[in-house]
């Protein structure tokens, strides 16, 4: 091992022992630390983690201790004082003044069947975000994430064609708030895409008003106009972006391969119809490429 390696890792481990003071520090704390007044619920691979790090930048949000907090799909029988540890305090909201703002983005939580009741039930009153990506297009990259992630090993067609098989039992399992599942979690690569049975969950318990749904593509093209439209939606004041880079998008050789072209427009028929479904409970075009 090298100087530089070594050098490497000790500074790893030091940045995770100060990690893991500041937790201890912040569950010591809990009871004097806010809800969130946003969430970013989805959708994975969908352009979440952009979108937070430039909400993060205006100089009325507050970020939390971890972009992706996973309480309402992971860590709910943690308890409430364990999801308010990782917030800022009432004192720091209020230092930064009136209109301040702190949120998470979790994008498990747009299709976790249990995340929206169990939100309502702790955050009433948030707003939620959801950004949507042609579903054909997130399949495809949230597989790609699972094979390089080591979760999954299998061809893409496989993978699709066996998604049925594990899924459809684990979202009725994960209304256990015991219960958690890997598969649910990793291998919903098509479910995953039903964007409009998971906005209507939402809508049974909160108001329309309480949920901006962008496009991830629109996000991506321009970011300024996008982020304009959350902070109107969460009432700060509009920010100015610099260095938009989209964030951890992924490089996979294979994805443009013959055969993924080819899953790729089988899944854009297949989508068509929920696609047809999404733009009208949303009263606006989500059909992608068709």
């Known amino acids: 091992m090298t ?17 893991w003071v500041e937790w201890q520090v912040r569950r010591a704390t809990s009871r004097l630390r806010v809800l969130p007044d946003f969430l970013v619920i989805g959708a994975m691979k969908g352009g979440t983690t952009s979108l937070y790090d430039y909400l993060c930048r205006h100089e009325k949000v507050e970020v939390a201790f971890r972009k992706e907090v996973h309480y309402f799909d992971g860590h709910y029988t943690s308890g409430v004082q364990w999801y308010r540890a990782n917030f800022p ?5 209020q230092r ?28 009433p009153h948030a707003r939620l975000i959801a950004v949507l990506r042609d579903p054909a297009d997130r399949a495809i990259s949230h597989y790609f994430h699972s094979v390089r992630t080591g979760m999954d090993t299998r061809p893409i ?5 066996e ?6 039992g684990e979202e009725q399992r994960v209304l256990d708030n015991h219960y958690t599942s890997d598969r649910h979690r990793m291998w919903s ?13 939402y809508y049974q318990h909160f108001s329309r008003d309480q949920l901006l749904v962008l496009k991830s593509e629109e996000l991506f093209a321009d970011p300024q106009q996008a982020v304009t439209q959350v902070t109107d939606f969460l009432r700060v004041e509009p920010m100015e972006l610099h260095n938009v880079k989209p964030l951890n998008t992924g490089s996979y050789a294979q994805s443009d391969s013959a055969e993924v072209e080819q899953v790729r427009v089988e899944l854009r028929e297949y989508f068509r119809p929920h696609n047809q479904r999404l733009s009208e409970l949303l009263d606006r075009d989500f059909l992608w490429a068709t």
């Open 89 to 93: 305090t009432h004192s720091q909201m």
């Open 3 to 19: 100087t530089d390696q070594q050098r490497t890792m000790l500074q790893h481990r030091i940045m995770r022992s100060r990690r």
């Open 163 to 168: 998604e049925h098989q594990h899924v459809p």
């Open 96 to 123: 930064l003044g009136p209109g301040a703002v702190t949120g998470e983005a979790t994008p498990y939580y747009l299709y976790h069947q249990a995340a929206a009741s169990r939100i309502a039930a702790i955050v």
């Open 157 to 161: 067609r496989q993978a699709f064609a």
């Open 189 to 201: 690569y098509v479910a995953r895409g039903h964007y409009a049975q998971q906005i209507e969950a």
